[in-house]
C-alpha cells in the first residue's frame, strides 16, 4: 500500500548497472575480497536456500522497482527466476559460481558500479550480510528457479489486530442520509440520528462471522440509492448489496372464506379463521397447516358484513385466542376442548403475557388479567382510562411490560412492582396503529394524517419521523437536484455560445479588414499594370514594383483564404454550441418537469398508511406509504430504530396491504387478494459479488487503492498495483464482476486515485509517479496527460460541468485544472502536511480538503481562499467524501474515529468502531 511519505517510505534498490565494466575484482572465499566489498554472513552447511522462499523476497524488495518487464534499467530484469536465469546478459548469473556472476559482485560490493549506488534518489539501502549469504548460497547451489514468482506462494494469514482501525476509506450516499466507514477491515453504516452504528457488514460462513475484509479496506463507494456500497481492499473488491425480504412458503388463503389472520409475535407461525369456524395455524416457510381446530361460529359471520374478530397467537404457535365482541374464545394444539372468557364489555385489544397469562383491553377504558389455573382462567380488572383502550401493547421480548393507549391518546404504563398503570403522557395525535419498541422504551405510531412518529416513554417526548413517503421525497431531492445540475451546464453552455458568437464576429471583422486591404492592393496593382504596359520599355522598376504588388496581393488573398476556412471553423463550432444548448435546454424543460410531477407525488404523499411493522429486535421498522388520492401502488421503507430512512424495498408488491407483521415475518395482501409472506433477512448487508482475492490467484497485484463508479452504475474502475511498479488500472463491469479493460502501463508507478468524468466519457488517474492521465472511456485511449505536481497525486475531483479538474498531492498543494487546455490555472499552497483527499462541493467552485494535520479545510477555486478551516477528530486524515451538494462530509483517519461535518466546519456526529 502507497501512503503519503511522511507515513511510508518506498524503499526500492534503484540498480543502474554498467554492463561493460571488466571483471578486475572477484569473491570467492571471504580471504578473497576487496577492500569495499560488504560483510557476508556464514550460513551452515546443510542450510538450503530456496529462490522463492529466500531469494525472491530479497530481489522484489530491493531490486525489482528498476529492473522489471516495463522498466528494465541496463537490459537487466529481475521480476523472476527464469527471467534473471535467461538474461541477455551471459554474466548476469553463473550458476555455481558467485565470483563469476555479476549480479552478486555488483551487490556486494565487489566490483563497481555498486548497487545501491550512494545517494540514490529511493533511499534505498544495502543488502544485509544475511540477505547477501543466501544470494551467494542461491548461485552456489546451481541458481536453481524452484516456483515460478507469479504464483503466489500459501499465506499464513491472521486476523488484522482489533486496535488497527485506521479509517482509509468513507463514503456517502447522494441525499447524505447514510454513511459508510471502514474501521480497519471493518465497514459499518451509520445515519444522521445517531452516532451508533446500523450495521457492520460482515462475511458469513455457517456459524462464523468474518470481517468484510482481511487486511485493511482502503477505499468505499456507496451508490446514489444506497442500495449498493463496493469496497476496495488487498489484491480484491468487493460488491455489497441491501439482502431483500425473501417470499416465504405459506398454505393458501383464500380471502373470501377469511375472517382474520394474525402472526405471532416471533414471527413464526401465523393463524387463520374461517368462516366454518376452523382455525388454521401454521408455520411460516410451510404449505401445510401445522394443525386446526373447528367450533361453532354466530349465524352472522356467514354474511357479507360479518363481526370483527381478533386472533392473538402465542409466541410459540401453541395456542390462539380470538375475541368478538365481549367473547373470547382460547384454542389450544394439546386440547379438544375450546375455552371461553366472558367479559362484561367489548374488548378492544388483548395480548399474550405467557403461555396461561392473556391481558385484554376493553371499551370502558378497563384492563382485564386472566390467568389460568388447569382449566379455569379468572381475571383481575383495572381501572385505566375513563374511557375506551384502544390498544394494549406487549413484545416477545418484555410480554410483561404492558403499555395502554386510550382514545384520545393518553398513555399509560404497567408497573408489575405495585400491579398498577401508571400515566406516561399523551400522544401529540391520535394513533392509528402503534407498536411498542422490544425493550418497552418508546412507541412507534402512525397517525390519521398519514405521519410515522416514535413516542419516548421515560421523558414522554415526541419525535415526528416522517411526515411524506421517503422514497417520493428522495425521487424529489433527485429531480430537483438534476434540474439544479442541467441549470448550471446551461449556463456553462450558454457562455459557450457566447464566445463562439464574439470569434465568429472578431473573424468575420478581421476579414472585412482584409477584404478592404485586397481591395486596395488590387487597384495598386492594376494601376502598376497600367503603368507597365504604358512604359514596358522604359520602366524596368515598374515591372519589379509590379512583382512585389503581385507578391503581396497574392499574401493578401492567402491570408483571407485562411480567415475564411478560420471562419467556417468557428461558425461550426458556434452550431455545435447552439446545438448543444438547445439539447441541454430541452434536457433542461424535461427536468424541470420531472420535478414537477415529483413534487405532486411528494405533496400528496404520507409517510405511512394505517400500518407499520416493527422487525427485528426493533432495529427496523416497516411502512407502506399512502396517497390523499387513493393511488393503487405505493412504496415500502425501511426504517432504523433511531428513525433514519435505510431504504426502500422495492421487492415487497407496491399495491399491497400489511395485514400482520411479527419480528420475523410480514404478511402482505395484494389488491388480488393472494396473501404473501415475507421473511426479513438477519443481515441488511450482504456480499454479492467478490472481484480478486486475498490468498490465491487474483488480477490484482496488490491493495485496490482507489475505486469509483461511472455515472450510468454499469462500470467500476479501479487503482492499485505494485509499489514503485506500472500502476494498475482497470474497468470492470459492475453487473457480473466481469473484467472489460485492463490499461496496460497506465502509470509509472501505483495509481492511488480514480474518478470517472461527470458525463461519464474521461477516467482521470492519479499515481505515486506524480501524473495525472485522462483516458477515453470508449477506447481506452490517453487522452492528455497532466504534468505539475512533485510527489504522489493523493486525490481527483471533477467540477460538475466537467471543465475543471483538481488534484490534491502528497507535495502539500491542490491544483486546479483546466481540462481543455491542460494547464494548471491554480496552485493553492499553504498546507502544514500532504493533502490526502479532496472533493468538489456541489455546483460550486469550491473544494473540500482533508489533509495529514487533522484539518478539514473549503477553498475557493477561482481565487484560492481559504473559507472554512476545522480540526477534526481522526489524527492523520485519510478519508472525505460529501453528499450530492456539498452541505454535509464525512472524514476519517489514523486514529479510528470518522466526523460528519458541514461546509462551514460545524461537526454534528463522530463516528467510531466501538473497538479498541
Known amino acids: ?246 417470499p416465504a412458503t405459506i398454505p393458501t388463503i383464500n380471502q373470501d372464506d377469511t375472517l382474520a389472520i394474525a402472526i405471532n409475535a416471533k414471527g413464526t407461525h401465523l393463524a387463520k379463521l374461517s368462516r366454518r369456524g376452523e382455525l388454521s395455524v401454521a408455520e411460516v416457510g410451510k404449505d401445510r397447516w401445522l394443525w386446526m381446530k373447528s367450533f361453532d361460529l354466530p349465524e352472522d359471520f356467514k354474511t357479507d358484513d360479518p363481526t370483527q374478530v381478533r ?106 412492582t405495585n400491579q398498577t398503570f401508571e400515566a406516561a403522557g399523551k400522544l401529540p395525535a391520535p394513533a392509528v396503529s402503534a407498536l411498542l419498541s422490544p425493550d418497552g422504551t418508546s412507541l412507534w405510531i402512525s397517525t390519521a394524517s398519514g405521519a410515522l412518529g416514535q413516542y419516548n416513554i421515560a421523558d414522554q417526548s415526541y419525535v415526528e419521523v416522517a411526515k411524506t413517503d421517503p422514497v417520493a421525497k428522495a425521487q424529489l431531492a433527485n429531480d430537483n437536484w438534476q434540474t439544479l445540475v442541467t441549470e448550471t451546464l446551461v449556463a456553462a453552455q450558454e457562455k459557450d455560445v457566447k464566445q463562439a458568437e464574439d470569434d465568429v464576429a472578431a473573424e468575420k471583422k478581421n476579414l472585412e479588414s482584409i477584404a478592404k486591404e485586397i481591395e486596395t492592393k488590387t487597384k495598386l496593382r492594376d494601376e502598376k499594370q497600367a503603368s507597365v504596359e504604358e512604359a514596358k520599355q522604359a520602366l524596368a522598376t515598374k515591372e519589379s514594383e509590379l512583382a512585389a504588388a503581385v507578391t503581396e496581393l497574392s499574401q493578401a488573398e492567402k491570408i483571407k483564404a485562411r480567415g475564411e476556412a478560420r471562419l467556417k471553423d468557428l461558425e461550426a463550432e458556434h452550431k455545435r454550441h447552439q446545438q448543444v444548448l438547445a439539447k441541454l435546454k430541452q434536457d433542461h424543460e424535461s427536468k424541470k418537469a420531472k420535478a414537477a410531477a415529483s413534487q405532486s407525488r411528494h405533496d400528496s404523499s404520507r409517510a405511512t398508511d394505517a400500518t407499520l411493522a416493527v422487525m427485528d429486535s426493533g432495529s427496523r421498522i416497516l411502512t407502506h406509504a399512502a396517497n390523499t388520492d387513493d393511488a393503487p401502488q405505493n412504496a415500502w421503507s425501511l426504517w432504523s430504530a433511531t428513525g433514519d430512512w435505510l431504504a426502500e424495498l422495492s421487492e415487497l408488491p407496491t399495491d399491497g396491504q400489511l395485514i400482520a407483521s411479527g419480528d420475523r415475518c410480514v404478511l402482505i395482501r395484494g389488491s388480488n387478494g393472494e396473501t404473501q409472506a415475507f421473511v426479513a433477512p438477519s443481515r441488511s448487508w450482504s456480499l454479492r459479488q467478490t472481484i480478486g482475492a486475498t490468498t490465491g490467484p487474483s488480477p490484482f497485484a496488490n491493495r485496490v487503492l482507489s475505486i469509483d463508479v461511472h455515472p450510468s452504475g454499469k462500470l467500476l474502475a479501479t487503482g492499485g498495483g505494485d509499489p514503485s511498479r506500472a500502476g494498475e488500472l482497470m474497468l470492470w463491469k459492475v453487473s457480473d464482476g466481469s473484467l472489460i479493460r485492463e490499461i496496460p502501463n497506465s502509470h509509472g508507478d501505483t495509481v492511488l486515485c480514480v474518478r470517472f468524468s461527470p458525463d461519464g466519457k474521461i477516467l482521470a488517474a492519479g499515481g505515486a509517479d506524480q501524473m495525472i492521465k485522462l483516458w477515453d472511456i470508449e477506447s481506452g485511449t490517453l487522452i492528455k496527460t497532466l504534468e505539475g505536481h512533485t510527489h504522489h497525486v493523493t486525490s481527483i475531483a471533477w467540477n460538475l460541468d466537467g471543465r475543471q479538474l483538481a488534484t490534491a498531492s502528497a507535495d502539500a498543494s491542490v491544483k486546479i485544472w483546466n481540462i481543455e487546455t491542460g494547464q494548471a490555472t491554480r496552485t493553492i499552497t499553504g498546507f502544514k502536511t500532504e493533502v490526502t483527499k479532496l472533493v468538489y462541493i456541489g455546483r460550486e467552485n469550491r473544494v473540500g480538503v482533508a489533509s495529514g494535520d487533522s484539518h478539514f479545510r473549503v477553498y475557493r477555486t477561482d481565487n484560492g481562499s481559504r473559507e472554512t478551516n476545522a480540526k477534526v477528530a481522526g489524527d492523520y486524515l485519510y478519508a472525505l467524501d460529501s453528499n450530492r451538494d456539498g452541505s454535509q462530509f464525512i472524514v476519517g483517519g489514523a486514529s479510528g474515529a470518522a466526523t460528519r461535518i458541514d461546509q462551514s466546519g460545524k461537526q454534528s456526529l463522530e463516528y467510531a468502531s466501538g473497538e479498541k
Not at 145 to 169: H, I, M, R, S
Not at 202 to 224: M, R, S
Not at 235 to 243: F, L, M, S
Not at 366 to 385: A, I, K, S, Y
Open 1 to 246: 500500500m502507497i501512503r503519503p511519505a511522511t507515513k511510508t517510505l518506498l524503499v526500492v534498490l534503484a540498480l543502474s548497472f554498467e554492463w561493460s565494466v571488466g571483471l578486475d575484482s572477484i569473491v570467492g572465499t571471504p580471504n578473497q575480497v576487496s577492500a569495499d566489498t560488504l560483510p557476508i554472513d556464514d550460513l551452515p552447511d546443510g542450510h538450503e536456500v530456496l529462490f522463492s522462499r529466500d531469494v525472491a523476497p530479497v530481489l522484489k524488495k530491493n531490486c525489482v522497482a528498476c529492473h522489471n518487464t516495463s522498466d528494465d534499467e541496463g537490459g537487466v530484469n529481475l521480476e523472476s527466476g527464469e527471467q534473471i536465469r535467461t538474461s541477455d546478459l551471459d554474466d548476469l548469473i553463473v550458476p555455481g559460481n558467485p565470483a563469476e556472476s555479476r549480479l552478486f559482485l555488483l551487490a556486494s560490493h565487489a566490483d563497481d558500479p555498486v548497487m545501491p549506488p550512494e545517494d540514490n534518489d529511493a533511499s534505498a539501502s544495502i543488502l544485509n550480510p544475511k540477505e547477501l549469504a543466501l544470494l551467494k548460497r542461491w548461485i552456489q547451489t546451481g541458481a536453481i528457479v524452484d516456483q515460478a514468482t507469479d504464483v503466489p506462494a500459501e499465506q499464513k494469514w491472521q486476523p488484522l489486530p482489533t486496535d488497527l482501525q485506521t479509517v482509509y476509506g468513507s463514503a456517502m450516499t447522494a441525499d447524505g442520509r447514510l454513511s459508510a466507514v471502514s474501521f480497519g477491515n471493518q465497514i459499518r453504516v451509520f445515519g444522521t440520528k445517531s452516532s451508533e452504528p446500523i450495521e457492520t457488514l460482515a462475511i458469513v460462513e455457517g456459524e462464523e462471522t468474518k470481517p468484510a475484509h482481511d487486511d485493511f479496506v482502503q477505499d468505499l463507494f456507496f451508490n446514489p440509492t444506497g442500495q449498493q456500497l463496493i469496497s476496495a481492499g488487498y489484491r480484491n473488491v468487493k460488491i455489497w448489496e441491501r439482502t431483500p425480504f425473501e
Open 311 to 416: 386472533i392473538m397467537l402465542d409466541s410459540d404457535g401453541h395456542q390462539a385466542a380470538m375475541q368478538w365482541g365481549n367473547t373470547i374464545r382460547i384454542v389450544r394444539v394439546d386440547s379438544k376442548d375450546i375455552e371461553t372468557l366472558d367479559a362484561a364489555n367489548a374488548v378492544t385489544s388483548m395480548q399474550w403475557t405467557g403461555p396461561d397469562r392473556l391481558a385484554t383491553a376493553t371499551d370502558d377504558g378497563q384492563v382485564l388479567f386472566w390467568n389460568r389455573d388447569g382449566d379455569t382462567w379468572t381475571n383481575t380488572e383495572h381501572n385505566v382510562f375513563d374511557q375506551t383502550v384502544l390498544a394494549i401493547l406487549s413484545t416477545s421480548e418484555t410480554p410483561d411490560q404492558l403499555i395502554a393507549i386510550d382514545a384520545t391518546s393518553n398513555v399509560a404504563n404497567w408497573n408489575p
